[in-house]
Structure formats: structure tokens, C-alpha cells
């Protein structure tokens, strides 16, 4: 005999309807928050002259004559687009603080074991972010912006209190790897997730660098992650994804090539740096070089173009690997159209990511 649901299979049905639609209902917010603000904001930084400053110098230190021949024309365009995206998602998650207050939802989307870390990230790397790109518009200091030396010190100093939030605050131990199952590592937790953060917000600042690449291919892996933090029972922290994906939409309404504003290090290393801590959070952590596969070899080409700078000088190469770097570069060297780099990276990350998502389901299964 055919019996129907039973009362406990009902009440979880509704409770997943419930989160779903408080997703959708955010993520709505969010997006048309952000979209509606950014036309004010971008007068505002042009007013201030919060303009881009193309850049002299290429990665490995040489004259960036290819890059200027390439993007010479994009001097003047209003910067500094992450701020909205940050400030959206935060302006979000607090209000939802607000509204579970007063009453109005039974939660907000402050959360110890899923947003904390994130929101922290996002707020902590993007003041450091906003930092460097005012000093590089006003050009002050001889690197124009803060040295390498001071900006991933104080990543690493950031990523030194993740990792203790994170292994000692949250008790995270074990890390889920394929065929193996769950690993306990200790306390290689702290250099883990320091890695990861670091690394991955370097891979994503290098990235940005064409008009639409970066925050596409963010959009895309944030989609991916919230995905796969809803399927693993977190959906405050799919939710959260979800805000930094309808704030990137609204960015990239505007970022799209031509862009009339970019990102900047606000939102690229702030982004770069949440973006591995989420991974971290939903302990797919290996999955990261394969959802954002795009990010790992911008950040390989640029790696290795250094590299290879160096073993030119000391006489064991002839030439630099790589005729300019990052990949991105390299394929507008080659005559691809900025349009076609980026419609073609964005194919490749979609792709990247739902490869990612597969094997995500079969580890976590």
C-alpha cells in the first residue's frame, strides 16, 4: 500500500523550501542593492578621481610595453568597484542580524560555525585591499600602493587568525581527501588553511586583469561552493556565497568589457582570500585547484615567468618562458580579443566547476 509522506519527511521539505527561498529572497536583495548604487558610486569615484593608474612595470620588474600596448587606454577608468561588492554583502548579512532581532526571521546570517570566518575574510583582506588601491591612485611611495613585502605579511598575519578560529575556536582536525576518506592532520591545519588563504587570493589578484575575467570566473566558483555548502546541511553559508555572487553580477553589469569600472584590489583580494576560506569551510579544499582552475594557472604562469626570469640571469635560460605573463596576457599577445579571453575562461571555469561539483558529490557523497 502507497502511504504518503510522513510528518518528519514533511517538515524537513518545508524547512529546505524555507532556505531556498531565504536564499533566493537575499541574493535578490543583495544583487539589486548593489546594481542600484553602483551608477552613484561610479560618479562619485570620478569625481574623487579614484581613477586607474596603468602600470609601468611588468611581474617580473622589466618595462610592461606589451601590457601598455594592450590596456594603454583603460587609464582613467574609475576604480575601486570592490567596495560596493563588499559593502553590499555585509550591508546583507547585518541586516539580517536586524531583522532576527526584532523578530522578523528566526535567524540572521551571522553564524559562529558557518559565516564568522567568511565575514571576518571578506571585511579584514578588503580594508586591505582598499588600503593599496588608494595609495596606488594617489601614487604615494615608490611602488605606487603598498610593497609586496607589507601585503602578504599582513595576508599572512590574517590568515594566522583565520587558521586559529578555525582549529581551535571551530576544532577542525580532519580533512576529507579522495580514496582515502578523512585525515586527521592536526595542527598542519594552521599552515594548511594559511596556504590555501594566501595562495588563493594571490591567484585570483592576478587574475584580475581584463575587463569581466575575474569577477566571472568568481561568480561562477562562489555558485559551486554554495552548491555544495547547501548539499552538506550549511545553508547559512550557501547563502552567504550567494550574496557574493549577486553583488559580483551587479559589479560585472558594469565591469563587462568596456568596463566602466573595475574591481581593484578591494575586491580582488578580499574575494580571493573568502573564496579559500570557504573552501576551507566546506572541507573541499582539494577540489579548489579544480573549480578555480582558471585562478591556479594564471597564478602558474606568473610563478613561472618569474622563475624563468631569474634563471635567464644567471645564465641557464636563454629567454623568459612566457613572452608576457599572466595566461591572460599571453593570449592577447597572441591576437585573441580581450572579449574572446575572457567569453573563452569563462566557458572553461563553468566547465571547471561543474567538474568540481561532481567529484564534490562523490567525496562527500
Known amino acids: ?11 524537513m521539505k518545508s524547512l529546505h523550501i524555507a532556505h531556498l527561498l531565504q536564499l533566493f529572497a537575499y541574493t535578490g536583495f543583495t544583487f539589486f542593492v548593489a546594481a542600484i548604487l553602483y551608477p552613484d558610486f561610479i560618479a562619485l569615484i570620478q569625481r574623487l578621481k579614484f581613477t586607474k593608474k596603468i602600470r609601468e612595470d611588468s611581474i617580473t620588474g622589466d618595462k610592461a610595453t606589451i601590457f601598455q600596448q594592450f590596456h594603454a587606454h583603460k587609464a582613467g577608468t574609475p576604480n575601486m568597484g570592490g567596495v560596493l561588492v563588499v559593502a553590499s554583502v555585509t550591508f546583507t ?16 546570517l551571522l553564524n559562529r560555525g558557518e559565516t564568522y570566518l567568511a565575514l571576518f575574510t571578506l571585511l579584514c583582506v578588503g580594508g586591505l585591499g582598499m588600503l593599496d588601491d588608494y595609495l596606488n591612485i594617489i601614487e604615494r611611495g615608490k611602488v605606487k600602493g603598498l610593497s609586496s613585502r607589507v601585503k602578504w605579511w599582513t595576508l599572512l598575519l590574517f590568515s594566522l587568525v583565520g587558521a586559529w578560529w578555525f582549529t581551535c575556536q571551530l576544532g577542525w582536525s580532519q580533512l576529507t581527501l579522495p580514496w582515502l576518506g578523512l585525515v586527521d592532520i592536526g595542527y598542519w ?3 594548511l588553511f594559511m596556504l590555501v588563504m594566501v595562495s588563493t587570493t594571490h591567484a585570483v589578484n592576478i587574475t584580475d586583469g581584463l575587463d569581466g575575467l575575474a569577477g566571472g570566473l568568481l561568480a561562477i566558483a562562489f555558485t559551486v561552493y554554495a552548491v555544495i555548502a547547501y548539499l552538506q546541511g550549511l545553508p547559512i553559508l550557501a547563502t552567504f556565497c550567494m550574496l ?6 551587479a559589479f ?3 565591469n563587462v568589457p568596456p568596463a566602466s569600472i573595475f574591481m581593484g584590489d578591494t575586491g580582488a583580494l578580499s574575494l580571493g582570500a573568502t573564496l579559500g576560506v570557504v573552501a576551507m569551510l566546506t572541507d573541499t579544499v582539494v577540489l579548489l585547484p579544480v573549480i578555480g582552475l582558471i585562478f591556479a594557472m594564471e597564478a602558474l604562469s606568473s610563478l613561472s615567468q618569474i622563475a624563468s626570469k631569474k634563471l635567464v640571469q644567471r645564465g641557464m635560460l636563454q629567454k623568459k618562458l612566457w613572452p608576457v605573463a599572466p595566461l591572460h ?13 575572457v ?13 568540481g561539483l561532481i567529484i564534490a558529490l562523490f567525496m562527500h557523497g
Do not use: K
Request: contains cysteine; proline residues 3%; glycine residues 10%.
Open 1 to 11: 500500500m502507497r502511504t504518503g509522506p510522513s510528518l518528519a519527511e514533511t517538515c
Open 93 to 108: 548579512v547585518l541586516l539580517s542580524r536586524l531583522f532576527s532581532l526584532l523578530g522578523i526571521i528566526d535567524s540572521s
Open 189 to 191: 591545519y594552521f599552515p
Open 244 to 249: 557574493v555572487v549577486g553583488a559580483l553580477v
Open 252 to 254: 560585472l553589469w558594469f
Open 329 to 341: 596576457h599571453y593570449f592577447e599577445h597572441r591576437g585573441w580579443s580581450e572579449t574572446q579571453i
Open 343 to 355: 567569453m573563452r575562461f569563462w566557458i572553461l571555469g563553468a566547465i571547471c566547476g561543474g567538474v
